[in-house]
């Protein structure tokens, strides 16, 4: 019987290169944070600038331009501190659009002008960082070199580096973190675009609808009611005439129920009803013209179903991103996963084909599915670079 032995731990040189190599980022961190803080400092010249020229009105308009130039220079600040920390920070700003008069009220009284000139001054103090982190790497190289390639022990001034460079990403995370009162304004922004969105897309459902029941159900009843009438009158004097004509109003029964059930499958599918989510989507799976595999995380428990609505929506998702795979891919097999989370409902289709699905283009469908997954408050991710794989990812938040 092997017994495994426990892993050694990292000591000597190469805890030391670890080390080094820690607080080499942490130290490229804190140069670009200066670099940036240095441009800060040049910057208090265009406020000057836009401060006088807003006081005398006639240079008015330079006000909103310098608000966004801040946001530029914010955005810049997020996306270092995000390569460090590994955590987003999010943006909430209200578009400076409209006639000058407009576009200096947002400029003024949007929070997140507040915010970015909070983090502006507060980075004028802290931005320097540097300069206490270089001090510290020929203390660092000997003490530790020593410390840790003789000693073999935990490195004591190089993790210095390190928190220094925490420490600044941190302070920048909370000063350029969005306020609540932008955040709401944000969301309620949002949430108005995606209602318009819902609100056009179910329009363009109800046209739809409506257009497949007057060329197709009702101009079927229509013929048929017409040879159930000449059926009628002809009755008496030829009754094999009568029987032709009956005949073909049967068929046009026939025709007509396949017209409603095929609208009512537009409207809410009966199979998702029979056999639920996991059965609709197998069952496009058999018949998409394409090798799928379904894989099913969480939901197949007795009892496990999601809103109505959310299997609708996912439902017609799945359906949609399989019948652009069978058309435009060019592959001959593709894969889909529902997963259940904790707060919703996951469905990622991948297809092995070409790639380089263009959004824009009017049939590719992925609008409509971005107007119905909006409506209930998910999102679409489409990743489809040139060459393949195509992965469409919808996410629909719900409750179990």
Known sequence: MTVAQPARPVTGPARTGRELRQAGRATLHLFVAALLAFGLYLFITVLLITAIATVSVVGAWLLPETVLLIRRIAGA????????????IPEAY????????????????????????????????????????????????????VWCGLGRREALVLPLITRLADVEAGWSETLLKPSPKARLAARVEELAATRTDAIA????????????????????????????????????????????????????????????????????????????????????????????????????????????????????????????AAKYSGADRASVVLERLRTGLRAVVRD?????????????????????????????????????????????????
């Open 77 to 88: 600040k997020r996306a270092l501190v995000a390569a460090w920390t590994g955590r987003a």
């Open 94 to 145: 209200e578009p400076v659009t409209g006639p000058l008069r407009e576009r200096l009220r947002i400029a003024v009284r949007d929070p997140g002008t507040l915010t970015d000139l909070r983090w502006m001054a507060a980075s004028y103090v802290y931005g320097a960082m540097l300069a206490l982190a270089l001090p510290l790497w020929p203390l660092g190289l000997v003490v530790d070199g």
């Open 201 to 324: 897309a179910h329009g363009a459902e109800l046209r739809r609808i409506e257009r497949d029941l007057h060329d197709g159900a009702q101009a079927r009843l229509v013929a048929l009611s017409m040879r159930i009438g000449l059926a009628v009158r002809a009755y008496d004097r030829d009754p094999q005439a009568a029987h032709r004509l009956l005949a073909d109003a049967q068929d046009q029964a026939e025709e007509a129920l396949t017209e409603l059930r095929h609208v009512v499958r537009g409207i809410h599918p009966p199979i998702l009803t029979d056999r639920g989510m996991v059965g609709a989507v197998r069952a496009l799976a058999a018949v998409s013209g394409l090798e799928v595999t379904v894989r099913v995380d969480g939901l197949e428990g007795e009892g496990v179903r999601a809103p109505a609505a959310v299997e609708a929506a996912t439902y017609f998702a799945v359906a949609e991103a399989l019948t652009n």
């Open 352 to 400: 092995e084909g070409v790639g380089g699905t263009d959004e824009s283009g009017g049939g590719s469908g992925l609008l409509g599915i971005r107007r119905r997954v909006a409506a209930l408050d998910g999102s679409v991710t489409v990743t489809s670079p040139v060459g393949g794989p195509t992965v469409i990812e919808v996410e629909l938040p719900c409750v179990w």
